[in-house]
């Protein structure tokens, strides 16, 4: 049996917002679940995001927002995302996010929002069972 | 203090009590944890006693409010005379809109006004530049140029409220353009109050608001205090500021720890720069987080202001009490509101200004119920704000100076985070001060590791979270969140384009011409600033003047 390859994560602050505690604080909680995981750092804008997804092979991108500015750059990086064909790319977010926001960012293709409050191994889980791994 | 045979007995017989009645109850009913902790991880005793606080020495660990080491606080009468500030941060959408709050928050009793710009304004970009896209007016109002300040501050007279700007980066823009507009409400510079937070050094560790090199901004940071100190003597020239590490995760030691850290480095920094400690002393303040844990908090500040007195004295050599008192505002803990049930937020942010009263604060800003889920809506301030006129004028709490000294716990509570922050300065000056202990990463890191193991203990349960780990329930989403129009950008970007269009061009290139030679020399910035947004200069194209000359900052990222 062949192990099963890591999952790539790149967990990205897109925008000018510097909150990055819950950010910071799920790259390390997914490194230590098994996963590979890269940090944008601050002020990322969407091509950005995605040209670190492309370099990196990245199965997952992590967006997370506190200040407001989701309904903008979450839908523009699943957006910029297909056009490269990086169909497959399991895009994720979370942050201070109203619940009525949720339903239009996974219309968009965001397969989830975890807000404040969420366990870390929820959101290792979903992952786990949502990535696809080609 | 104590008597020493006294002691000897209290020790003794608290042993006795220890291995007796205590050990017996608890072979029938174990108590709730094996060890109980703050929600900094201190360990927390069952009982405290005086032998806890055995070298207590009133004078010298307390002595009296508005006198040194000025642990009780730092003015004679505290809030007898006058309450704190009741200070809300507001802020969002354009100048106009939060120019009504702001008169709204006034009439209802407010006595100080605390602008929240938005990000592009806080990293010096105009609203049409490709990085503020979808950030204009978000968290914060949008401010341009000297424009939109003039329509911020309509009809409200600036030598009647002073004026709070979390504003950093581009800290001397801002001011410069608030002076401006003082000048042109005939207000002459010595009449006009405020603070400017000014503070760099927190943005690079942990709020993400910077823009050039650790050493240029600083020498922005000390350009403005000098300034004032020689020109606009009642303003706060820099809000040295603990609340985005403790937000970022930190204990509140090491808040207290890190924020008088950088206040060294300030400090040093305008020595550096020539001044004498007393010139400036008096006018830095701090800016505090206030959590949960009341006894907690209010140790942390009584240490903070102890520790502080000593370092401007001993270390630096001050002679004006007032270069040793730690003035400082507060703001409730915005990472302690819960999206869950978010009524809740209402006590906790009750309990957090009670500490705020309890600890001695000057001004105070309240957090709103919903802030979990967005900014804060008229009704949900209103509720912030009416619980601090409860907590001030019907619990008591404001009424006898420092009513917790005395306490075994709280003493014990304060000398230990005091030595907590002695070793940590001990650390960073081994490291060779902030600046190198920031660039190797370790302040960083400090504060990530505590937000690691205060995460794994809501995960684990090991500690109680109401809503989040405990008593949890399903419920509706909160509705009428407030909303931002997203048309702003382009309400921002039109009016950007008139003033570009109406501006005399030739005084405006020559102002910014002028910017830069000065900005080239040693000579203090902040008088070609004004000239600059006089000349209707934008924030975006004084901030591009230095970002040419200097570069910018990018941080090592440490995960």
């Not at chain 2, 009133?58 to 009468?77: A, D, H």
């Not at chain 2, 941060?89 to 008169?103: L, Q």
């Not at chain 2, 703001?331 to 509101?337: A, E, S, W, Y």
């Not at chain 2, 008088?527 to 900052?553: L, S």
Request: hydrophobic share 40%.
């Amino acid at each position: 049996m062949t192990a099963k390859k890591r999952v790539k994560v790149i967990m990205a602050k897109p925008g000018l917002d510097g909150h990055d505690r819950g950010a910071k604080l799920l790259a390390r909680v997914f490194a230590e679940a098994g996963m590979e995981v890269v940090y944008t750092g601050l002020r990322q804008t969407p091509e950005m995001i995605v040209d670190a997804a492309l370099q990196e092979d990245a199965d997952v991108v992590g967006l997370s927002s506190l200040s407001g500015v989701h309904n903008y750059f979450f839908p523009r990086v699943v957006e910029l995302l297909k056009e490269k064909g990086l169909d497959d790319v399991l895009v994720v977010g979370g942050g201070i996010i109203p619940e009525e926001d949720v339903a239009g960012l996974k219309k968009a293709g965001v397969a989830a929002i975890f807000g404040p409050g969420t366990r870390t191994d929820d959101i290792i889980k979903f992952i786990e069972d949502n990535v696809s791994r080609s | 203090m104590f008597d020493k045979e006294k002691l000897k007995s209290v020790r003794s017989k608290k042993e006795e009590w220890d291995c007796g009645p205590v050990e017996k109850v608890c072979a029938k009913f174990p108590e709730r944890r094996p060890t109980f902790t703050t929600i900094s991880g201190e360990e927390v005793e069952r009982l405290y006693t005086p032998a806890d606080i055995a070298d207590f020495d009133y004078e010298s660990k307390l002595g009296f409010p508005g006198e040194y080491p000025f642990t009780r606080g730092v003015q004679p009468t505290m809030y007898r005379g006058r309450l704190w500030t009741m200070r809300q941060y507001a802020g969002f959408g354009t100048a106009r809109e939060t120019n009504e709050r702001y008169r709204y928050l006034l009439k209802q009793g407010q006595t100080g006004l605390s602008v929240a710009f938005d990000l592009p304004t806080q990293s010096g970009y105009d609203s049409d530049h490709p990085l503020s896209m979808g950030e204009v007016g978000k968290v914060g109002v949008a401010i341009d140029s000297i424009d939109d300040m003039r329509v911020l501050f309509d009809q409200i007279p600036l030598d009647k409220v002073t004026t709070s700007m979390t504003i950093n980066a581009p800290a001397t823009v801002l001011l410069a353009m608030y002076l401006a507009l003082a000048e042109e409400q005939n207000v002459p510079y010595n009449k006009v109050g405020g603070t400017v937070q000014n503070d760099i050094l927190k943005e690079i560790i942990c709020r993400g608001q910077y823009i050039y090199p650790p050493l240029p901004s600083m020498r922005l940071t000390v350009d403005l205090i000098k300034y004032c100190y020689e020109h606009v003597p009642t303003w706060n020239t820099i809000s040295i500021s603990g609340y985005h590490i403790r937000e970022a995760g930190s204990t509140a030691a090491q808040e207290m720890a890190f924020t008088i850290a950088n206040g060294i480095s300030y400090v040093q920094a305008c020595i550096d720069a020539g001044m004498e400690v007393d010139s400036f002393g008096p006018r830095l303040s701090f800016f505090y987080n206030a959590f949960t844990n009341v006894l907690e908090e209010v140790a942390k500040f009584r240490a903070g202001r102890r520790f502080w007195a000593k370092i401007m004295k001993e270390r630096f050599g001050a002679k004006n009490p007032r270069s040793m008192m730690m003035r400082y505002h507060v703001q409730t803990g915005g990472v302690t509101l819960t999206a869950q049930q978010p009524l809740n937020n209402i006590v906790r942010v009750a309990l957090q200004t009670l500490a705020t009263a309890y600890g001695g604060a000057q001004s105070l800003h309240t957090n709103s119920f919903d802030e979990a889920l967005c900014l804060p809506t008229e009704e949900a301030v209103t509720v912030a704000l009416r619980t601090q006129q409860v907590v001030a004028e019907e619990s008591g709490a404001a009424d006898s100076i420092d009513p917790l000294a005395g306490s075994y716990y709280v003493e014990a509570m304060t000398d230990r985070i005091e030595e907590e922050i002695h070793g940590y300065i001990q650390k960073i000056d081994a490291l060779g001060g902030t600046l190198k202990a920031i660039d190797e990463g370790y302040i960083q890191r400090e504060i990530q590791d505590s937000a690691y193991r205060f995460q794994k203990e809501i995960e684990s349960n090991e500690r109680v979270y109401v809503g989040i780990n405990k008593y949890t329930m399903e419920e509706p989403p909160l509705t009428n969140l407030l909303r931002v129009d997203p048309k702003q950008q382009e309400i921002e970007t039109e009016k950007l384009k008139k003033l570009r269009a109406t501006r005399d061009q030739e005084v405006w290139k020559a102002a910014l011409d002028k910017l830069d030679e000065v900005s080239r020399t040693d000579e203090n910035v902040m008088p070609a600033v004004i000239e600059a947004v006089k000349a209707r200069a934008t924030v975006g194209e004084i901030c591009d003047v230095w970002r040419n000359i200097w570069g910018e900052y990018r941080p090592k990222e440490f995960v």
